[in-house]
């Protein structure tokens, strides 16, 4: 029996979320098209006949500019600092460029096996997969590497077994039914801010903080009640929406997967306040749930 820890690094918008998901074949970690999407580490744990592998997502890692910012970078490399393999997460679309530079020096001072996972393929032409790839070759000796779509992609049978080559002997963490360990609370509150990330624009997706005040299962389902945070007032307004109509959007989507998460009927209530500045308030940073917290 082979047990182990795989993090899942990289810049914002790569598709480490989005490989997770894949991985675990349930939908773990939230996911969008605007960066800095995941705000703290999501386990996700993967079992084969002989071996089990416990995945983290980790925030994109990024040039901060906020505490929360600062926070969920220093979780990144809190998380790859404790595995046993590292998969560095790139947008195959692009060339290695400067901006590459800093996580992969990260990524390579961890000291174990980095995989190259060079991802969205499905939108590159087959003519510069070899020239991308060539681009990151040249800067690091890659343990492996494994072109593929975190999104298209069905099989990824040969990334598992290669993976769980690097694993040590050792036995099972988790019990096997086990896919996740984030609380519920947490993942309801992130598919409400999946849906602000989907539905707002600008700053109001990255201002917004969920928090699930209420939660009671009644007998014909689920009553939960959330409110989310925002910085200003403005921002509130833009939440609302014109006679609550931005809210009401939002309130319906996240229900929606709600309902399939929990497996049962959910009644759910959304509030807006706001909390100035709160993303430079450590307090609330951890109150929320999110980045690394130093104790
Ligand atoms: N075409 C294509 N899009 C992808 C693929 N993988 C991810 N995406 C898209 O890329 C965007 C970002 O995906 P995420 O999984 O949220 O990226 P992330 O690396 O977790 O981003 P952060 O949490 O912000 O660090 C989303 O719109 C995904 O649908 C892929 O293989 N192909
Ligand atoms: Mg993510």
């Not at 997770?20 to 969008?32: D, G, P, Q, T, W």
């Not at 997502?57 to 969920?72: F, Q, S, V």
């Not at 086990?178 to 707002?200: Q, W």
């Not at 699930?212 to 403005?234: F, H, N, P, S, T």
Request: with cysteine.
């Amino acid at each position: 029996m082979r047990f182990g820890f795989v993090a899942l690094a990289g810049r914002p918008n790569a598709g480490k979320s989005t490989l997770i998901n894949a991985l675990v074949n349930e939908k773990i970690a939230i996911v969008s098209p605007k960066p800095q999407t995941t705000r703290s580490e999501i386990r996700g744990i993967v079992n084969t006949e002989d071996a089990q592998i416990v995945f983290t997502d980790t925030p994109g890692i990024h040039k901060a500019n906020t505490r929360l910012e600062t926070r969920m970078n220093k979780e990144a490399s809190n998380v790859i600092q404790g595995v046993d393999v590292i998969y560095l997460i790139v947008d195959g679309t692009k060339p290695y460029g400067s901006g590459d530079e800093f996580v992969l020096n990260m990524v390579a001072q961890a000291g174990v096996p980095v995989f190259l996972i060079f991802n969205k393929i499905d939108q590159l032409p087959k003519e510069k997969v070899l020239k991308h790839l060539t681009s990151w070759q040249n800067r690091f000796t890659f343990a492996e590497f494994f072109p593929l779509s975190a999104l298209k992609g069905k099989d990824f049978e040969d990334l598992l077994e290669t993976t769980i080559r690097y694993l040590p002997e050792g036995d099972a963490m988790y019990p096997r039914e086990v896919v996740s360990d984030n609380p519920e609370n947490f993942r309801i509150a992130e598919i409400i801010r999946e849906k602000i990330l989907y539905l707002t624009e600008e700053e109001v997706p990255h201002a917004a903080a969920v928090v699930i005040e209420r939660k009671e299962y009644v007998k014909d389902g689920c009553e939960i009640q959330a409110m989310i945070l925002v910085e200003r007032q403005g921002q509130k307004g833009i939440l609302i929406g014109k006679q609550g109509s931005m809210l009401k959007k939002i309130g319906t989507a996240a229900r929606k997967d709600i309902e399939q998460f929990l497996d049962c009927h959910v009644r759910l209530s959304l509030f807006v306040r706001v909390e100035k500045d709160w993303r430079d308030i450590d307090n609330r940073i951890t109150q929320y749930g999110y980045g690394h917290t130093d104790e």
